[in-house]
T-cell receptor, first 111, second 114 residues
Framework: QKEVEQDPGPLSVPEGAIVSLNCTYSNSAFQYFMWYRQYSRKGPELLMYTYSSGNKEDGRFTAQVDKSSKYISLFIRDSQPSDSATYLCALFSGGYNKLIFGAGTRLAVHP | DGGITQSPKYLFRKEGQNVTLSCEQNLNHDAMYWYRQDPGQGLRLIYY???????QKGDIAEGYSVSREKKESFPLTVTSAQKNPTAFYLC?????????????FGDGTRLSIL
């Protein structure tokens, strides 16, 4: 079993839709949770960083962490064609001493 | 502008050849990392360095080598021992040596076999 599971998609939605991207993980020791956005032929850029259960909001983006279920989500409201990218979750635990990345979900927002 | 610069953007390797990928950062970050990204897979850690003149192997270090002679530079050499080098290589840095803080990435180097 992989340490972090992420549906690779592709996920195709119309402009304006609410998008839900998810990762599940197996090790309860993960303490820090990140979401990165990666455009084609570019490096990942940090979208959200959180270390506690609950919600964190930044503009159209909301990161949600449920440690009891070992489940993290990224919600995108009012999705735009410019949101079309691959979204990577990344988790950190002191035991691993490194970031563990999901495989990424490809999102396409069509006008 | 602070950031991470990777060069070249595209690189081609002949059989039996070693190639070096450059990574420079002006963020004054202590820690630097090299990842390999293949289609459908998450980023896999090759090497990382938490401080100048020190580095550790990641999960897939075989066939690769690094050096960290300066804080701002962390070059990666893909040696001829790496039999499947075709991939997208990403360099990252972090202000935090322990790895708790987010990493910031360059725009990658795409390496292909000739």
């Amino acid at each position: 079993q992989k340490e972090v599971e992420q549906d690779p998609g592709p996920l195709s939605v119309p402009e304006g839709a609410i998008v839900s991207l998810n990762c599940t993980y197996s090790n309860s020791a993960f303490q820090y949770f990140m979401w990165y956005r990666q455009y084609s032929r570019k490096g990942p850029e940090l979208l959200m960083y959180t270390y506690s259960s609950g919600n964190k909001e930044d503009g159209r983006f909301t990161a949600q962490v449920d440690k009891s279920s070992k489940y993290i989500s990224l919600f995108i409201r009012d999705s735009q064609p410019s949101d079309s990218a691959t979204y990577l979750c990344a988790l950190f635990s002191g035991g691993y001493n490194k970031l563990i990345f999901g495989a990424g979900t490809r999102l396409a927002v069509h006008p | 502008d602070g950031g991470i610069t990777q060069s070249p953007k595209y690189l081609f390797r002949k059989e039996g050849q070693n190639v070096t990928l450059s990574c420079e950062q002006n963020l004054n970050h202590d820690a630097m990392y090299w990842y390999r990204q293949d289609p459908g897979q998450g980023l896999r850690l090759i090497y990382y360095s938490q401080i100048v003149n020190d580095f550790q192997k990641g999960d897939i270090a075989e066939g690769y080598s690094v050096s960290r002679e300066k804080k701002e530079s962390f070059p990666l050499t893909v040696t001829s021992a790496q039999k499947n080098p075709t991939a997208f290589y990403l360099c990252a840095s972090s202000i935090d040596r322990q790895g708790e803080q987010p990493q910031h990435f360059g725009d990658g180097t795409r390496l292909s076999i000739l």
